[in-house]
């Protein structure tokens, strides 16, 4: 009996380590899309430093906005940008060493990626942009982004303007493709005219479970999204 009892014991504790180890830490994540030159850069750079966030996610950056790369380089010195047709550019960045060799602008459909090294083990990190606002104009987008995503190996964070609501077909097939869940409860991060305020930048990840708070403008027209979360670290 007592040996049947130490077992339990033993598989319950073996059980609470295996969770940690796949869930660990809360995981910081900081989104938003600038606007092109519109930013006002250290007030937002200021912002994700209080935040001391894991990776970030940043979109619309023109050839000014650039600067805000170097402003971050010394804490963020992994930087993957790649430039979106007919847009401006988007960027991953990280605290954690990017997997040489794994950069990817994913067909320039509006996703920069990279592979990190964070403490719990290897993650692909993704900045969406994605284009086309109007559900009904992006069948030819989906059918390039979906396969690509869907061949990733391993847990994904993938943040970004999704230019869709939180049910839009178009959000739930990113995430799908991409093993993700969506972080927390919709915030709005971009208002229609004076009407009302809309939820299309989204934080994401394998297993994600967590919350997400809106931040400011900073000379954007799209409020600026931190996500604090728990992720899957054993997905293959």
């Known amino acids: 009996?007592?040996?049947?009892?130490?077992?339990?014991?033993?598989?319950?504790?073996?059980?609470?380590?295996?969770?940690?180890?796949?869930?660990?830490?809360?995981?910081?994540?900081?989104?938003?899309?600038?606007?092109?030159?519109?930013?006002?850069?250290?007030?937002?750079?200021?912002?994700?430093?209080?935040?001391?966030?894991?990776?970030?996610?940043?979109?619309?950056?023109?050839?000014?906005?650039?600067?805000?790369?170097?402003?971050?380089?010394?804490?963020?010195?992994?930087?993957?940008?790649?430039?979106?047709?007919?847009?401006?550019?988007?960027?991953?960045?990280?605290?954690?060493p990017m997997v040489e060799g794994s950069q990817t602008c994913f067909g320039g459909l509006g996703i920069a990626g990279m592979q990190i090294d964070m403490p719990e083990g290897r993650v692909w990190a993704l900045s969406n942009h994605i284009e086309v606002f109007f559900e009904g104009l992006r069948p030819q987008l989906m059918k390039g982004l979906l396969p690509q995503l869907r061949e990733l190996e391993g847990p994904v964070i993938m943040a970004g303007d999704f230019n869709s609501q939180p049910d839009d077909a178009s959000t739930r097939s990113l995430a799908r493709a991409a093993g993700t869940q969506r972080i927390g409860q919709p915030v709005h991060s971009f208002n229609l005219g004076n009407w009302f305020g809309v939820s299309i930048d989204h934080i994401m990840a394998t297993g994600g479970k967590g919350e997400i708070e809106q931040r400011p403008f900073f000379g954007s027209d799209h409020y600026g999204v931190v996500g604090r979360f728990t992720m899957d670290f054993t997905q293959p």
Request: aromatic share 10%; charged share 20%.
């Open 1 to 96: 009996m007592v040996y049947r009892i130490s077992a339990m014991l033993v598989g319950a504790l073996l059980s609470a380590l295996l969770a940690g180890a796949a869930f660990g830490r809360d995981i910081v994540h900081y989104q938003k899309n600038m606007r092109v030159n519109h930013a006002d850069y250290q007030a937002l750079v200021d912002d994700i430093l209080t935040f001391q966030p894991d990776t970030i996610s940043l979109q619309e950056i023109a050839k000014k906005d650039e600067v805000i790369l170097s402003m971050l380089k010394e804490d963020y010195p992994y930087q993957h940008y790649c430039y979106v047709k007919h847009m401006s550019g988007i960027a991953i960045l990280s605290r954690w």
